[in-house]
Nanobody, 125 residues
């Protein structure tokens, strides 16, 4: 499985971005896809996850109500729509695939099998 993340950039506080993660390879019906982020000097943080089979989603408290994860099964792509961005959202954002999840939601980075290369999101005025 290969994951290609895109869509990052520099925006001002309050603006929006949409990240995309294109997956190639064996994404199974029961797989889960997730987004994580890592700011300089901080640990990688879970952002959101989505069930490939039924589209069920889960978002961390820090982004709930502002970020939305979604998928396009036909295109094997997962999206992260980020609204009302704040300076503290600045980080490298990674997408990841949990091919055979053992729990829902999969919030630990160790549960994921494959990772994309990351895309930088910078929120600054």
């Amino acid at each position: 499985v290969q994951l290609q993340a895109s869509g990052g950039g520099l925006v001002q506080p309050g603006e929006s971005l949409r990240l995309a993660c294109a997956a190639s390879g064996d994404i199974y019906a029961n797989s889960a896809m997730g987004w994580f982020r890592q700011a300089p000097g901080k640990e990688r943080e879970f952002v959101a996850a989505i069930s490939w089979r039924n589209g069920r989603t889960y978002a961390s408290d820090s982004v709930k109500g502002r970020f939305t994860i979604s998928r396009d099964s036909a295109e094997n792509t997962v999206f992260l729509r980020m609204n009302s961005l704040r300076p503290e959202d600045t980080a490298v954002y990674y997408c990841a695939a949990d091919i055979f999840p053992v729990r829902w939601p999969p919030r630990d980075s160790g549960e994921y099998d494959y990772w994309g290369q990351g895309t930088q999101v910078t929120v600054s005025s």
